[in-house]
């Protein structure tokens, strides 16, 4: 009985896997760099996005998808109200976004006007981690209000990402957060991630992370 359930986990990650890979091919054929976002509810996701998309347009033509639990439509508005094109994916429940509901976003794109497509996965530090979606990047947003332990206590969603980038530093001076501690959690797990500080509400730091995105972008074009 235990087998057969491990089985069947693996058959549906295997498939998620070769969607992720056609994902993958497809974005390349038309030289677009994609990225992942993960994080927990209200670490800054959207904020991040959308001053990513400010300083990236417009020499860099972008596209997001949404991803949420609920049918909601409040992040994809928010996107497509600084006249970026937005895509809403509702998981009906699931707590992850997986490679064929990205799939199906992205073929709702022109993807011959695009050089970047960002995800924004559902927000939680658990579920999003076993799933690829075939993007080129995954990046982790912390933020100071949720806690220096979190790479501790969440290990798993910090092992197979390219950056992560701590929000909502203008909180520090009154929130009790050891940075060292904090980077210390993550390196231990994954010693080649880039390590960005930001605030997404005074645009502090955010030169840094979108001069390295703009690179990586770059380098793919
Ligand atoms: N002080 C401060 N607040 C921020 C910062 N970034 C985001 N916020 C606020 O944090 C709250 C959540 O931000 P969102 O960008 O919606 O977070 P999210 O991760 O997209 O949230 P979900 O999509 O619901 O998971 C909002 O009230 C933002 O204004 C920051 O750098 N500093
Ligand atoms: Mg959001």
Redesign the pocket.
């Known amino acids: 009985m235990t087998t057969k359930r491990i089985e069947i986990v693996q058959d549906i990650l295997n498939v998620n896997d070769q969607i992720a890979e056609q994902t993958s091919s497809e974005l390349h054929l038309h030289h677009i760099f994609s990225m992942n976002i993960m ?1 927990s ?7 991040l996005i959308m001053r990513t998309l400010a300083a990236l347009s417009p020499e860099i033509r972008s596209a997001v998808l949404e991803g949420d639990t609920a049918p909601v439509t409040i ?1 994809a508005e928010k996107i497509s109200g600084i006249g970026i094109p937005a895509i809403q994916i509702n998981t009906g429940g699931d707590c992850h976004l997986n490679a064929n509901l990205v799939r199906k976003g992205i073929q709702a794109l022109d993807l011959d006007t695009l050089d970047l497509i960002i995800v ?1 996965n559902v ?1 939680n530090l658990i579920c999003p981690a076993s799933w690829k979606l075939g993007t080129d990047i995954n990046v982790v947003i912390a933020s100071i209000p949720e806690g220096d332990d979190k790479p501790y206590k969440y290990p798993n969603i910090y092992r197979g990402i390219q950056a992560l980038v701590l ?2 530093i ?2 520090k001076p009154y929130v009790d957060f050891n940075v060292s501690y904090f980077k210390a959690g993550i390196t231990a797990l994954n010693p080649q991630v880039e390590f960005f500080e930001v ?3 005074t645009g502090e730091g955010i030169d840094a992370w979108t001069a390295w995105l703009r690179e990586k972008i770059t380098q793919l074009s």
């Open positions: 994080a509810p209200g670490a800054g996701k959207t904020s992040d924004e927000g929000n909502k203008d909180l605030s997404s509400k």
